[in-house]
């Protein structure tokens, strides 16, 4: 069983700031990490996977993938009001099973 | 357009009752999931089916049982009902085993 720890718990930040979230994941073999939004009373959402050591950009997100650290981290730069959600990282293993954590809940203040 | 339906979105059930929740999906996918989220756990993988097969199985209790009556349908069936049963649960899917995951906007159980 993957276990997948995400800090922080909550984050607060100014609209236009950079919103830095961390995913910390115990399967080092873990084919790819997805980073998930989830809106109060709906289905989470696919962001943006990552499959290899490095980053990858997708407009105004970045992921950081170090598989030697277990960690993975999403960047979102610009943040809108709109962003406020919750974000999931999960994790998923060679059998297409996905591991989520319990999520960082971000609040983007206008 | 909703690519994802699930009914009903809110569940009221006794203890010992048996419930169907159901899950369509429109978006032409061949994978199929389930997924439960509880007050005080993180989104937990149930089942997943690929072609209308299970390919993986999470759960435990056989009080949970998928069923997949067309290539687009997953409904899920809980037997003997407990309160710690009571949670939001998530159908999803994905064009195969593999891939991007789509969720549909969740059954909230709760059982009395």
């Known amino acids: 069983q993957e276990k997948v720890q995400q800090s922080p718990e909550s984050l607060i930040v100014p609209e236009g700031a950079m919103s830095s979230l961390n995913c910390t994941f115990s399967n080092s073999a873990s084919q790819s990490i997805w980073w998930y939004q989830q809106h109060p009373g709906k289905g989470p959402e696919a962001l943006i996977s990552i499959f290899s050591n490095g980053n990858k950009k997708e407009g105004r997100l970045t992921v950081y993938l170090n598989r030697a650290s277990l960690h993975v981290s999403l960047h979102i730069r610009d943040s809108q009001p709109s962003d406020s959600a919750v974000y999931l990282c999960a994790p998923r293993n060679s059998n297409n099973r996905i591991f989520f954590g319990d999520g960082t809940q971000l609040v983007v203040k206008p | ?112």
Not at chain 2, 15 to 42: D, F, V
């Open chain 2, 1 to 112: 357009d909703p690519k994802i339906i699930q009914k009903p979105k809110y569940l009221v059930a006794v203890t010992g009752s048996e419930k169907i929740l159901i899950c369509e999906q429109y978006l032409g996918h061949n994978a199929m999931y389930w997924y439960r989220q509880s007050a005080k756990k993180p989104l937990e993988f149930m089942f997943s089916y690929s072609y209308q097969k299970l390919m993986d199985n999470q759960t435990a209790s056989s009080r949970f049982q998928p069923q997949s009556s067309k290539k687009n349908h997953l409904d899920l069936q809980i037997t003997a009902l407990k309160p710690d049963d009571s949670a939001t649960y998530f159908c999803a899917s994905s064009q195969e085993t593999g891939g991007e995951q789509y969720f549909g906007p969740g059954t909230r159980l709760t059982v009395l």
